[in-house]
């Protein structure tokens, strides 16, 4: 190692490290001025003459694409961390809705480009933030690096826990300072440009665009249709557990069962209760309660759309007994039977 190098700025160690080892050695020392002083790092780099603006343009990029994979390796290493290490913090249904996501995630062929398609999608949406914002006249090179660099905060995906609340809130104040810094807008301005225009703008397009999104999403990823039936066929079994346990409960305390599952929210989650009385039917199942008399009662779930918000068919009644298929059905027995009829298994 040239002994100069360590006295480099960040900065300008990055920016003139000619070799893959001279990369790595200004890596995390670059992050690091990146994330606890981007004021100095932003003022800097306006102020760093730099000859070769294509080279310097490649580095941020592939500066955003390293730490978008790291991203991606911490998200996917948590997700079978969850499935295989805490099943007794979670519910049952919860711990099988997480081992359906993890044994299909693979599956899909746009896996690997999410972090390239999250950094598009972010660079677009903060260009038209700073043109509606800061004016139309603004050259967009500026906001390019600081989406590039504020990917120095997916480093706090690390931390357990709580790294994803740390790294949402430092990207977002090095959006804000970059953009300041990089256009010498206020403060105000700045955050407008860069998070409540970028935010407006997506919420605007996923709920105005709604099914058409929806239905452009499953073109491309077709396996997020079988992801989201097999979530929702674990939670309508969850729910109809719950609902036959709760009205069990009334019975005991009343002498006869509810005629609505809607008064059952002393016995079950509210959130398992709107999800069987909602008529926007969220969970993708329909569920259909009626009593014959004080003694007896019926329950089912259907999917909203079979073979595509879900595919079974749920019954129980009184017997205090979840089946497939109506009355005649066979008894599910735990949750394990749901999950080997999803896999196949």
Not at 13 to 24: K, L, N, P
Not at 154 to 180: K, T
Not at 297 to 319: M, N, Q
Request: glycine content about 8%.
């Amino acid at each position: 190692m040239d002994p100069g190098e360590e006295k480099k700025h960040p900065l300008q160690a990055w920016d003139e490290a000619a070799t893959f080892g001279a990369s790595v050695r200004a890596f995390l020392p670059f992050c690091g001025q990146i994330l606890f002083r981007p004021v100095d790092f932003f003022r800097q780099f306006s102020l760093a003459g730099h000859a070769d603006i294509k080279r310097r343009l490649i580095r941020a990029v592939a500066f955003a694409l390293i730490l978008g994979y790291i991203k991606l390796f911490l998200d996917v290493t948590s997700l079978y961390w969850f499935k295989y290490f805490s099943k007794g913090i979670f519910p049952v249904s919860g711990s099988l809705q997480l081992s359906t996501l993890s044994s299909t995630i693979f599956t899909s062929p746009f896996l690997l480009l999410r972090p390239l398609l999250v950094f598009a999608v972010s660079v677009v949406l903060v260009a038209t933030g700073i043109k509606l914002i800061l004016g139309m006249d603004r050259a967009l090179i500026g906001a390019f690096f600081v989406i590039c660099y504020r990917s120095a905060a997916d480093l706090f995906y690390c931390v357990p826990l709580v790294g994803g609340v740390f790294a949402l809130a430092w990207s977002v104040a090095i959006i804000i300072i970059g953009l300041r810094e990089s256009y010498k807008a206020g403060f105000l301005r700045s955050i407008a440009a860069g998070i409540v225009m970028p935010v407006t703008l997506l919420v605007f397009i996923l709920v105005g665009m709604g099914p058409a999104l929806n239905r452009t999403i499953i073109s491309f990823y077709p396996e997020m249709k079988m992801q989201m039936a097999s979530i929702n066929d674990v939670t309508a079994y969850a729910t109809m557990s719950s609902i036959v346990a709760a009205a069990g409960d009334y019975k005991r305390d009343l002498g006869f069962y509810p005629a609505h599952p809607g008064v059952l929210r002393k016995y079950a989650s509210d959130s398992i209760i709107d999800d069987a009385v909602s008529p926007r039917h969220p969970g993708g199942y329909i569920y259909q309660y009626s009593r014959p008399d004080d003694q007896h009662y019926r329950l089912e779930a259907r999917p909203k759309e079979p073979d595509v918000t879900g595919r079974f068919i749920f019954y129980a009644d009184e017997s205090g007994q979840v089946r497939f298929n109506g009355p005649d059905g066979p008894v599910i027995k735990d949750m394990r039977e749901v999950e080997e009829r999803i896999t196949g298994k």
